[in-house]
């Protein structure tokens, strides 16, 4: 570990010098490898982490080392001054970097970092290409306007093929590659890249961390190659600057500065994305790939919410339980300065919190530091409130930044505390876990009084389980995993709902009607009100919703939450005397759940993307069994020696289909799957999971 004072001398970095990014990809591309190197030859590490030792810096939770996967996203700093001229400056730039994860159950992590990235490093699998879970986090990179740098990972691997990657990026993702960079070799003989711009070769010797590399002339067998492929790119840049694009026509070649600056503002732009390539594991690459972040990624002035001359304002991306120092708030600095001991305003919610420290993190070691400025990602130790997407900025002038928006669970597990001591301890460590991760979500069921812990797979669960034993000290009980279904309705429909009560004395009156009517499929839940002439007094109204809410959530066909549906309040009546705020509650609730058995009910399951990599000689079985649990076949694609198919799944199908899996191929074949969307279930299936549920229910 680098010695802490030497980041706090460099911390008053000029803005035009920071670079905030990240590191997304498909789970085993290579992210964490890339960051590691990148850790260490910014001088931030001496040591190289190894993800098979379990020695890695970013993935420091036992449950990441024990399975070499990353779980949580972690942030660190590091200092890098480019090795290549460009346009610009050769000083010594600071980047803040986090480390995200590839398996889709953490997507929250991808998600929740995207949205105070600047900058992002998209790494892929030289011979895998562009995957799944890669298309995943370019779709939420796009969400948030993030440009980007691909990195063309693991050339030395058998089967790598750079520019089949690269038409992967066009055709796969949408997006315009600047092919920046060519290999020297691939698979076992790569040993370099030529980089196109620069008409210079990189070389490196030999494999290990040390190894030291050569600034040549390019390869005499390679210089036709890379005068087409830079010809090509000058086209590509120049078509971006008229003045560029002029001088192009003209035959006259734009100098390096004038490329290099207008290659940043595509990049920024979102209109070409630049292509590296290398071999992390090998050690060869990743020089140049940070001087590409300092080149065409964004420096803090470059980004819409930035005004470092405003007042404070900062995004609250993440909270973190640590075992040392307690509740971490990780935020986002976009305008002004936040200085420890201070106030900051929550304008989501309202309420000041108190900033007792602010912590610099390098992964799960910590730096106190006295302020924090625009362009930095610090934690903040003392919020008690302040949670994922809540805005922090100065009360005198209170802004809201645009939040997070994250996935809904897919998946659902019973869990119960083994003894009475973990049962009081039990629902702390839930709370603890769930204000940590959005999509994570806990429900009793009032019928069995069992609680049900809901994710986004399997995996999810399985970890946030183990992490309440670890961290907490909690032995629990688990059942099989449950398929979070949902329920919807097909047209619309009206009734009402009247609650009267005389017991003597004061009574109790409540009535309404109400229409309801489907939305579209993700559009979520809707209520109005349309009362007019004071039919029910305004104050009752809120009580109308809570009762509507409360009975949505508990379903009316199987007990599952009732999803996009516009509910409207359309009339009704009161008493003087006896109309209270529960009276109307009761009868919102009466009159949704009978609108809602006569607007046709359906079931809705989650459908899972399901893509099976396999060696030919299996692809029949493979399709034959995903027909027999439903699956709409997309199609097939070869890529070397394996075989892709892609389909839709329900996920009710899929238990223990890692197991079916192997068994089926002899371990040959692995598989991913990700959440597609939500869609109803065939009435046959529907009454099985009715009459297993809620046999009660109609």
């Not at 085993?28 to 810096?57: C, S, V």
């Not at 030999?206 to 067998?221: L, N, R, S, V």
């Amino acid at each position: 570990m680098t010695d802490q004072s030497a980041t706090s001398k460099k911390r008053h970095v000029p803005l035009n010098l920071i670079r905030n990014i990240g590191i997304i990809a498909h789970i085993d591309a290579g992210k964490t490898t890339t960051t590691e190197r990148i850790l260490f030859y910014t001088g931030k590490t001496y040591k190289l982490g190894d993800i098979d030792a379990g020695t890695t810096q970013m993935d420091w939770m036992e449950q990441e080392k024990e399975r070499g996967i990353t779980i949580v996203s972690a942030a660190t700093t590091a200092f890098w001054t480019p090795i290549l001229p460009g346009a610009c400056t050769q000083e010594e730039h600071r980047v803040n970097i986090i480390d995200t994860p590839g398996h889709v159950d953490f997507t929250a992590e991808v998600e929740r970092s995207l949205r105070v990235l600047d900058g992002g490093i998209t790494v892929l699998d030289a011979e895998e290409g562009v995957q799944s879970q890669s298309e995943t986090v370019w779709r939420q990179a796009d969400k948030y306007n993030v440009p980007r740098l691909c990195f063309v990972n693991k050339m030395d691997k058998l089967g790598a093929d750079f520019l089949a990657t690269v038409a992967d990026i066009k055709d796969r993702l949408g997006a315009h590659p600047a092919i920046m960079a060519l290999p020297i070799g691939a698979e076992s003989s790569f040993k370099g890249i030529v980089l196109l711009l620069e008409q210079k070769a990189l070389i490196w010797h030999g494999d290990e961390t040390g190894a030291k590399y050569d600034i040549t002339e390019i390869p005499e067998d390679m210089k036709a190659e890379a005068a087409k492929y830079r010809a090509l790119l000058i086209e590509q840049i120049s078509e971006h600057d008229d003045k560029l694009l002029e001088k192009f026509l003209n035959g006259t070649e734009p100098t390096l500065a004038e490329l290099q600056a207008t290659l940043r503002k595509a990049t920024l732009a979102y209109k070409l994305v630049p292509v590296y390539c290398g071999s992390s594991l090998r050690n060869k690459g990743v020089q140049p790939l940070l001087d590409a972040v300092v080149h065409y990624l964004p420096s803090p002035l470059d980004v819409k919410d930035a005004k470092i001359e405003a007042p404070f304002s900062a995004l609250a991306f993440k909270v973190q339980t640590d075992p040392h120092v307690g509740r971490l708030t990780y935020i986002r600095v976009y305008s002004g300065k936040l200085s420890a001991g201070s106030y900051a305003y929550n304008s989501t919610r309202s309420q000041k919190e108190r900033v007792a420290r602010l912590l610099l993190m390098h992964a799960n070691t910590r730096e106190e530091i006295p302020e924090a400025f625009a362009g930095e990602i610090v934690a903040v130790v003392g919020m008690k409130i302040t949670t994922t997407g809540d805005t922090l900025c100065d009360e005198s002038r209170p802004i809201i930044l645009e939040g997070i928006s994250f996935t809904e669970p897919v998946i659902s597990l019973a869990i119960e505390p083994k003894t009475k001591a973990d049962q009081e301890k039990m629902g702390f460590a839930l709370k603890r876990l769930a204000d940590e991760d959005p999509t994570f979500t806990i429900k009793s069921d009032p019928d069995t009084g069992q609680t049900l812990i809901s994710g986004m797979g399997e995996l999810h669960l399985e970890i946030l389980v183990d992490r309440m034993k670890r961290e907490f000290k909690v032995e629990a009980n688990t059942g099989r995993p449950q398929v979070a279904y949902k329920e919807s309705i097909t047209k619309i429909a009206e009734a009402e709902g009247k609650y009267i009560r005389q017991s003597g004395g004061r009574g109790q009156y409540g009535h309404c009607f109400l229409r309801i009517e489907p939305q579209e499929r993700g559009l979520g839940y809707e209520f109005v009100s349309e009362v007019v002439g004071g039919a029910i007094p305004r104050e009752f109204i809120p009580a109308i919703q809570k009762g509507v809410k409360e009975a949505l959530e508990n379903g009316v066909i199987a007990g599952y939450p009732l999803v996009d549906i516009k509910v409207a309040v359309t009339d009704g009546s009161y008493h003087d005397v006896d109309s209270s705020e529960i009276a109307f509650k009761i009868a919102g609730s009466q009159a949704v759940q009978a609108a809602v058995k006569a607007a046709g009910p359906v079931l809705l399951e989650p459908i899972m993307k399901v893509e099976v990599s396999t060696p030919e000689e299996f692809m029949g079985e493979i399709i034959g069994d995903l027909s027999s649990k439903r699956a709409q076949i997309l199609g097939t694609n070869k890529r070397g020696k394996i075989t892709v198919i892609t389909a839709l799944v329900p996920l009710a199908e899929l238990t223990q289909y890692v197991t079916v899996i192997r068994s089926m191929t002899q371990g040959r074949a692995s598989f991913y799957m990700e959440p597609s969307h939500y869609q109803t279930v065939p009435n046959n299936i529907t009454q099985q999971i009715i009459a297993k549920n809620s046999p009660d229910k109609v």
